[in-house]
């Protein structure tokens, strides 16, 4: 990434140019939204609110993190498929028809069949993708499930280069591959998965959650793709990370859901030095801990 921005600022062009130019006229957001409290009723209360507020400000889509069973589950709670479906009824009849909703269960099941009998209750809120509902190297249970339900699937989030995403796509069959910049190998691999994705007939939705500079690299290997629908974006001033929103000066700006290709050289971005020299101490002073001992 950051070869790409000094690249991109030497050649006075935004990196999108670089990497061949323009696949799409702009940029389209989900707000990624985590409910909090430590019940059920609580949880559906906060993302009724987010889902709400995000149509409020702008979103055309959102991305409601229902993980509220499986090894992911938020505050350890562990329920069962039925209130899966009623978190996912409730926000849909909150924002109605027009917004897109996708949804996100963190690897909630382990037998594709207990994932397709939750699909089908599902399919009628309209879902553009289901994401992680298996293992991802579930290959043959994804394939199975791929195939038997009318929803999208979407996974990749923790995959490294384009061959764990050949195998995802080819054998796994997911319709989403959601390759993250900092984890696939970089901007450069990034841009790979999303032609290897465009030639299978497939769209890419990245994942990216950490920081601006992540979000800006996102962007730009966005901005060149043809087959990316959206990307994952919280405004830095809503973000639940202080170093979301500190790590860098400049802010993408949603204006009627959508966000204009960037126009500054390189990534457009510039870093906060004040926050990187606070979080740079910080990451020292906690690497000189002491090992706790539990002898």
Same mark, same amino acid.
């Given at each position: ?13 935004p990196v999108w140019q670089l990497l061949g130019g323009a696949g799409q006229e702009f940029i ?54 039925? /209130?899966?479906? *009623? ?15 996708? !949804? #996100? &269960? $963190? ?46 699937? /979407?996974?990749? *989030? ?15 069959? !997911? #319709? &989403? $591959? ?40 996102t962007a730009h290997v966005a901005a060149a793709s043809s087959n990316c629908r959206f990307i ?13 929103? #500190? ?40 690497a000189r801990k002491p090992v706790q001992s539990f002898a």
């Amino acid at each position: 990434m950051a070869i790409w921005d000094i690249y991109g600022k030497a050649m006075g062009k935004p990196v999108w140019q670089l990497l061949g130019g323009a696949g799409q006229e702009f940029i389209t957001p989900y707000a990624s939204l985590i409910p909090e409290g430590r019940t059920l009723a609580t949880q559906k209360e906060d993302l009724i609110r987010k889902v709400k507020w995000a149509q409020g400000y702008g979103f055309r889509a959102a991305k409601l993190e229902v993980c509220i069973k499986g090894p992911y589950a938020h505050h350890r709670l562990h329920e069962g498929d039925e /209130a899966i479906v *009623e978190l996912v009824a409730a926000c849909r009849d909150a924002v109605g028809p027009e917004m897109t909703l996708m !949804v #996100d &269960v $963190a690897y909630c099941w382990s037998d594709w069949k207990e994932a397709l009998r939750v699909c089908c209750r599902l399919e009628k809120y309209d879902l553009f993708f289901l994401e992680t509902p298996l293992p991802v190297d579930d290959l043959d249970g994804l394939a199975r499930l791929a195939r038997a339900t009318n929803i999208r699937i /979407a996974s990749g *989030e923790w995959l490294q280069t384009r061959y764990e995403f050949a195998d995802l796509m080819d054998r796994g069959h !997911v #319709d &989403v $591959a959601q390759p993250d910049v900092g984890r696939v190998g970089g901007i450069t691999e990034a841009v790979r998965v999303a032609q290897m994705a465009r030639d299978r007939g497939k769209i890419i939705v990245p994942h990216c959650w950490k920081t601006g500079i992540g979000i800006a690299a996102t962007a730009h290997v966005a901005a060149a793709s043809s087959n990316c629908r959206f990307i994952e974006f919280l405004p830095s001033d809503v973000a639940y990370s202080q170093l979301r929103r #500190d790590l860098v000066k400049d802010e993408f700006v949603i204006q009627n859901g959508r966000i204009e290709l960037p126009k500054r050289p390189g990534l457009g971005i510039e870093l906060n030095e004040d926050a990187v020299e606070r979080f740079a101490t910080a990451a020292d002073q906690y690497a000189r801990k002491p090992v706790q001992s539990f002898a």
